[in-house]
């Protein structure tokens, strides 16, 4: 199993800003995910973060919005930007295990 | 593309009943099949999985799943329900080549009955 550290926690920021949140893996990984978790709902895939190529953003989701990097096989960041009120979620990452995903536990932002 | 379809919302069940939670996949291949838990202001946990072999697949906390391809469903089963069940259940399907990539289904909030 892997150890999946995200930063920070939990946070409130002003509309308009940016926050952005860190994924630490205890061991090298080639996927990362990130998901998003609105209030009451389901988790939603982001996108996919590989070492070394531009992340793959799904349906609804676009580079400018969520920007992501992924420096080496253990990090990777998403950035919410110039933030509203509807971006109130919980952010998730995860890391590909053997078979399935091991999931962080997730960043909890309120936008006010 | 895959899917999960979870029909309930919302279930209720006294302590100490039985439980089944419905899930049905969408997927084109032998789908990767997953049941998460998440407890008020908790992580996601894993319950159970199922990639191949037995159809019936046992989980932590006494919970245990079906496979049945013919249904295209992988329901949640648990003989006896403890107050402490009361989270919400997701199931899940893994994509990609090492099912990492995770489409999860709406989920199902359980209660319990005292």
């Known amino acids: 199993s892997a150890v999946i550290s995200q930063k920070p926690s939990r946070d409130i920021c002003q509309r308009g800003t940016s926050l952005t949140i860190q994924c630490q893996v205890d061991?090298?990984?080639?996927?990362m995910f990130w998901y998003r978790q609105q209030p009451g709902q389901s988790l939603t895939l982001i996108a996919t973060?590989?070492?070394?190529?531009?992340?793959?953003?799904e349906s609804g989701f676009v580079i400018d919005k969520f920007p992501i990097s992924r420096p080496n096989l253990t990090f990777s960041t998403l950035t919410v930007s110039n933030m509203s009120p509807e971006d109130s979620s919980i952010y998730l990452c995860?890391?590909?295990?053997?078979?399935?995903?091991?999931f962080g536990q997730g960043t909890r932002l309120t936008v006010v | 593309a895959q899917s999960v379809t979870q029909p309930d919302i919302h279930i209720t069940v006294s302590e100490g009943a039985s439980l089944e939670l419905r899930c049905n996949y969408s997927y084109g291949a032998t789908p990767y099949l997953f049941w998460y838990v998440q407890s008020p202001g908790q992580g996601l946990q894993l319950l159970l999985k199922y990639f191949s072999g037995d159809t019936l697949v046992q989980g932590i906390k006494g919970f245990e799943a079906e496979f049945k391809r013919s249904q295209s469903s992988f329901n949640l089963r648990k003989p006896s329900v403890h107050w402490s069940d009361a989270a919400e259940y997701f199931c899940?399907?893994?994509?990609?080549?090492?099912?990492?990539?995770?489409?999860f289904g709406s989920g199902t909030r359980l209660s319990i009955r005292p």
């Open positions: 995860s890391v590909d295990g053997t078979v399935g995903a091991f």
């Open positions: 899940a399907v893994g994509a990609g080549s090492s099912a990492s990539k995770i489409i």
């Open positions: 973060a590989n070492q070394g190529s531009e992340a793959t953003y």
């Open positions: 061991s090298q990984v080639t996927m």
